[in-house]
């Protein structure tokens, strides 16, 4: 065995070693990860216990159990990514090598957007040297993937035409109604301040540090000054609402709690959230299916009628709270409600 022989044998061999030193790191590192991860869902099982079985003082409000489940959650994670890491480099197997996975095709809606991408081998000669191999099959997986929101400038032109000859005459496309005139918000963004502070319970003063990030200084005051102008404009959609329900034969109405700040407090104050429905598709009705949202700070009996102020229709579906009794009265202006079903529990419809 010549000098050569024996070098390149060395070099083999200490690319070998570096190579499982580096398999070794991984799995250490992996088997690190998991260890953190099982503590980490031991401290927060340790402090469920303590808040379910400690004293009555200590125990956290229903909703608030949320958050440390959505942290055994965020662990639980950390643990499976810790255990497939280790699971791979115990196997040999790179990270992209494909192995026993749970399959989702078809479970994703059919309704979104497909991107395909084909990812080819490094080649497709045959090892044997028998020439180009044939595609036999494939494997398909889908993926849930997202397209971080994206703020764009509108530019809106609005070209000047004159005539060359007489000078006398200057035409031009009159600017667009906008809910807020010459602002800068488009309607569509409007509409997202709305969604996200009614919808998503995100106050002006968070989504004012969302539009930040972007490079745009945006204050509360002016969020709320859009969104009041566009209730402004929604007003009459909604008051063609009220008068559809006040007409139709049927209606289903139910309250609901709401917190509502109460800052001289410094607290929350309870207030409910009446809700009025018509949908008529179950008994051979063509109207639209209609819910007008109203609120009020109280349950009482008085704020149905004053909601169901014109209504006259045959059927009211309730529960069996008594404030609808009043409902039923006979100097009600409309006359009472001639069937109120109170024995069907509205929560559980």
């Not at 480099?89 to 790179?94: F, L, T």
């Not at 397209?147 to 000047?160: E, F, H, M, S």
């Not at 005051?221 to 609402?241: D, N, Q, V, Y």
């Not at 299916?289 to 014109?310: D, K, N, S, W």
Request: proline letters at 6%; aromatic letters at 6%; glycine letters at 10%.
């Amino acid at each position: 065995m010549n000098l050569t022989v024996l070098q390149e044998e060395n070099e083999r061999l200490k690319a070998l070693l570096a190579q499982t030193q580096a398999t070794l790191a991984e799995h250490q590192a992996a088997l690190a990860a998991s260890e953190e991860a099982r503590r980490r869902l031991e401290t927060i099982v340790g402090q469920l216990n303590h808040e379910k079985f400690g004293a009555k003082s200590e125990k956290l409000h229903p909703d608030q159990y949320h958050l440390p489940l959505e942290d055994v959650e965020i662990a639980q994670g950390v643990l499976d990514a810790a255990q497939e890491r280790a699971q791979r480099v115990i196997q040999g197997r790179s990270d992209g090598a494909s192995g026993s996975r749970l399959r989702n095709r078809g479970h994703l809606p059919a309704h979104l957007p497909r991107v395909e991408r084909i990812i080819e081998p490094k080649s497709t000669l045959c090892p044997c040297g028998c020439g180009e191999m044939a595609r036999i099959g494939e494997d398909v997986s889908e993926r849930l993937d997202a397209i971080p929101a994206q703020l764009r400038v509108l530019v809106t032109r609005r070209p000047k035409y004159a005539c060359r000859r007489c000078s006398g005459a200057v035409v031009q496309a009159h600017a667009p109604e906008h809910v807020v005139p010459g602002g800068l918000p488009t309607e569509a963004l409007i509409a997202q301040v709305i969604v996200a502070k009614f919808g998503d319970h995100l106050p002006f003063y968070r989504q004012a540090e969302i539009y930040a990030r972007q490079g745009i200084q945006l204050d509360r005051a002016t969020l709320g000054s859009w969104a009041g102008r566009a209730c402004f404009h929604l007003k009459p959609i909604a008051e063609h609402m009220r008068r559809h329900l006040a007409g139709a034969d049927r209606l289903f109405m139910d309250e609901t709690t709401a917190p509502v700040l109460d800052p001289g407090r410094g607290k929350v104050k309870k207030g409910f959230f009446w809700a009025i429905a018509s949908d008529d598709r179950g008994h051979g009705g063509q109207g639209p299916p209609i819910v007008l949202f109203h609120y009020a700070p109280g349950r009482g009996g008085e704020h149905a009628e004053r909601f169901l102020q014109g209504f006259g229709g045959q059927f009211l579906q309730v529960d069996a709270y008594e404030g609808y009794d009043r409902l039923t009265r006979l100097e009600r202006p409309q006359g009472p409600c001639s069937s109120i079903a109170g024995a069907i529990c509205a929560d559980v419809l």
